[in-house]
């Protein structure tokens, strides 16, 4: 293994202050849990270039695949996560993958818990525990279940926390190391404006963190390249000789649902795949608007009428329903997450105004992977497999899990920030969010970035010990 280069981590020099003044630049799903975390011992000001309450999703122009009718990302407090409802799951040990080094991929899974009660609950956090007694063999191939209803993050009400403040519509341009700080350097409006703080962390997303990298002074190579995102989408249908089978895979208590991965042996790529029941065998001819305005949108209101319906066993049949617990004919549509080899040419840049530009391609050995991956789950399932007449590639769309732009490496010759997050070429700048995820297996990537926010603070709160703050002061 190689030597971590910037290791090893402060006590870092304050001057003379009780508690340390930390900057967070994004409120998404790594920003706030940080916030949280952090204003236990920190004095937190949060930099969100969105609003309060709105939803402003940027204009992202893409040069290679399109991504899709959904916005992939927003800007608002909340981030991207305040557009979904949550499926937090986690990666197999194999899934990680030779890119993350291995104190992360040994450290990663005890902030699991933590964060998904942060995010979801107590009862998630439960759920959550118990998610492997829900298991059960489908061959050689894997089965991990969990849909929970995560909550938008709460940063919206965070007024009310102790020691965070956040300025909205704030967009931070650059930090820059000066003395024994980072000076942050945003637009408020129409003004410029700066801040001091003793330590800055970006978390502005796969897409944005690169940009105020690059404008920070980061000029590494690696800095907004080997753009990942899952391809998704409607790829096939199985056709079962027997619905029970199907079935009695996907019934699973308390919103849990079930979500079968299958490793590659050719390429190593990883596949998840969702069962979602229908009638026949026909696909439609508008895969992703179907989607979108049918299947997904149809489920989320389901779900919210079942609330109201008094009747319990009337509840639970439409509950089963839509959950798409149930087959209610032979035929189940398969909806599949993709794995993505890094590239280095798959990018993101900002153009001169600013925008997002982004090169994301999709691979043809990903594709033969997934079809290798579709036959295995058939079999196992004894079902037949139907493939859509225009291929499988036309029918993926974007996962909406941009990452890996700002890739964890032991080496800064490798990737942008070493093991603890702390940027290569800095000693006061951190980076954790979507873009520091060196690979992301098959599984969404909320729990991985949300889990990193997590061990982030518990390294921080080491090195920021009072302990360490008051020697410091004191020798100063
Ligand atoms: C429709 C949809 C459904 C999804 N469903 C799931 C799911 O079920 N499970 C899952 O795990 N993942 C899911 N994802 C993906 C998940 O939302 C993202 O991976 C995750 O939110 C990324 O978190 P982040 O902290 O990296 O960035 P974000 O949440 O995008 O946060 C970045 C924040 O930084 C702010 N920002 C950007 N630039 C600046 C700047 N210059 N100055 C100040 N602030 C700035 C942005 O406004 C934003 O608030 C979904 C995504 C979408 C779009």
Redesign the pocket.
């Known amino acids: 293994m190689r030597k971590d280069e910037t290791k090893p981590s402060p006590p870092y020099v304050f001057s003379g202050r009780v508690r340390p003044q930390i900057a967070i ?8 849990a940080l916030a949280a975390r952090l204003s236990s011992f920190c004095e937190v000001t949060v ?4 609003s309060t309450r709105g939803l402003y999703s940027p204009h992202v122009v893409s040069s290679g695949r399109s991504l899709g009718l ?12 305040a ?7 986690d990666m197999e040990a194999d899934e990680f993958g030779a890119l993350w080094p291995d104190i992360v991929k040994k450290e990663l899974p005890r902030s699991y818990l933590e964060f998904v009660t942060h995010l979801a609950g107590e009862r998630c956090g439960g759920l959550w525990s118990r998610r492997k007694e829900w298991d059960s063999s489908l061959g050689d191939i894997l089965e991990r279940s969990l ?1 929970v209803p ?1 909550r938008s993050p709460r940063l919206a009400k965070s007024s009310t926390w102790r020691s965070v403040s956040v300025r909205t519509n ?4 650059r930090v820059e190391e000066k003395g024994s700080g980072v000076v942050v350097v ?1 637009r408020d409006g129409a003004n410029w404006q700066q801040q001091f703080f003793d330590l800055a962390i970006v ?7 690169p ?2 990298l690059r404008r920070s002074g980061i000029f590494s190579p690696l800095v907004g390249s080997n753009l990942t995102d899952h391809p998704m989408g409607l790829v096939a249908k199985l056709e079962v000789g027997n619905p029970m089978r199907v079935n009695a895979q996907l019934a699973r208590p308390d919103g849990l649902r079930t979500i079968i991965k299958i490793k590659d042996e050719a390429t190593s790529l990883w596949a998840s795949f969702q069962l979602c029941p229908t009638h026949d065998t026909s696909f439609a001819e508008e895969h992703y608007l179907s989607n979108a305005n049918g299947g997904g949108g149809r489920m989320f209101s389901a779900l919210e009428l079942y609330e109201k319906v008094k009747n319990q066993s009337y509840r639970e049949m439409w509950k089963n329903r839509a959950l798409g617990r149930k087959c209610v004919g032979r035929f189940a549509y398969v909806l599949a997450t993709l794995e993505q080899e890094p590239n280095e040419d798959d990018t993101v840049r900002n153009d001169s105004s600013g925008r997002l530009i982004l090169s994301w391609t999709i691979a043809e050995a990903g594709v033969a992977a997934l079809t290798r991956s579709l036959q295995k789950l058939a079999a196992s399932f004894e079902a037949e497999l139907h493939l859509p007449p225009d291929g499988i590639s036309s029918r993926l769309w974007s ?5 890996s732009t700002c890739r964890i490496s032991l080496n800064g010759d490798t990737g942008v920030v070493d093991s603890n997050l702390r940027v290569h070429q800095r000693q006061r700048v951190y980076a ?4 520091v995820l060196p690979s992301t297996g098959a ?5 991985a ?1 949300g889990s990193l ?1 997590m061990r982030l603070a518990d390294h921080l709160q080491l090195c920021l010990s009072d302990k360490a703050t008051v020697r410091v002061t004191e020798k100063a």
Do not use: M
């Open positions: 630049i994004g409120s998404g799903l790594a920003g706030e930099f969100e270039r969105g959904h916005s992939t990302v927003n800007y608002g407090l909340g981030g991207t996560t557009l979904w409802r949550g499926c937090l799951l849909l995560a704030c967009v931070v341009d945003f978390c502005a997303g796969a897409l944005n963190t940009g105020i996962g909406a899990h941009h990452a954790c969010d979507a873009s599984s969404h990537t909320g729990l970035i926010a």
